[in-house]
């Protein structure tokens, strides 16, 4: 009894110091640089690429209308992926991860800042894809992730209400910045492209719909949140849609 009551008890401090780190991670980064409204933490030193690809970030979520200069964030640079992996509860193959439901902190897997690139797992469906990665810089993994926790403050945490493909589709829609060719990814999306199917790790069609409902149809961000359409009777409409010949849907 007294083996149970002291593991317990062990457990118990375990779980409250892994919280404690949770909630003041900046004592595992030993770097840090304030620029804008960001701070951006990291275990390494911090190369100075890192200002321009803040600022091409703040560019695009300067687009979003959840977006204001007053909100501030917080980025943790884990080059070491056990680092990472910690604060992602294990989730190494991720991308990055906003805890928007919790801390709003931000983390992002190992990173080639003077390349403005994100370091790809073998495992990534995707990763020796230069067409998927062409659009999706350091900047656009910065502005998706922000955007995230834009949506949390908008919405209030409880990202759970919500469907991934609007979370997901409008961080993508703010994060690539425009970049993002309707027509083009419609007609691959007919075709049953891999670049398509949301499991194999891209949000392209969660960002179609998105475009859509925004450039199309004209909702703002805060009527579609208001008013969420019925993913199935959207897809079906999106679906239905015939594939433009030429840009004039681009
Ligand atoms: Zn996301």
Redesign the pocket.
């Known amino acids: 009894m007294k083996t149970i009551k002291k593991a317990g008890i062990g457990f118990l401090i375990l779980g409250l110091t892994y919280l404690g780190i949770m909630f003041f991670p900046t004592i595992l980064f030993a770097h840090k640089i304030e620029y804008k409204q960001c701070t951006v933490y990291s275990d390494r030193n911090i190369d100075a690429e890192i200002y321009g690809i803040i600022d091409s970030a703040l560019v695009r979520m300067s687009t979003s209308e959840l977006y204001d200069t007053t909100q501030h964030f917080r980025l943790f640079l884990c080059n070491d992926l056990w680092r990472f992996g910690f604060f992602t509860q294990g989730s190494t193959l991720a991308d990055?991860v906003?805890q928007y439901d919790l801390t709003r902190n931000i983390f992002f897997r190992p990173c080639d800042i003077p390349n403005h690139k994100i370091i790809p797992p073998n495992e990534w469906y995707f990763a020796k894809n230069p067409f998927s990665f062409n659009d999706r810089p350091l900047w656009y993994y910065f502005a998706?992730?922000m955007?995230?926790v834009m949506q949390s403050r908008y919405t209030g945490r409880g990202s759970w209400n919500y469907p991934t493909w609007l979370?997901?589709g409008y961080?993508?829609y703010i994060g690539k910045g425009g970049n993002f060719n309707f027509r083009e990814n419609l007609a691959l999306w007919h075709d049953r492209a891999p670049e398509l199917d949301p499991s194999k790790g891209l949000?392209r069609l969660y960002h179609l719909k998105v475009y859509y409902l925004m450039q199309t149809k004209g909702y703002n961000i805060q009527a579609i949140y208001q008013n969420i359409p019925d993913d199935a009777a959207l897809t079906a409409e999106l679906w239905n849609l015939p594939v433009p010949e030429n840009e004039d849907l681009k």
Do not use: L, P
């Open positions: 990055a906003a998706h992730e955007t995230h979370t997901e961080a993508d949000y």
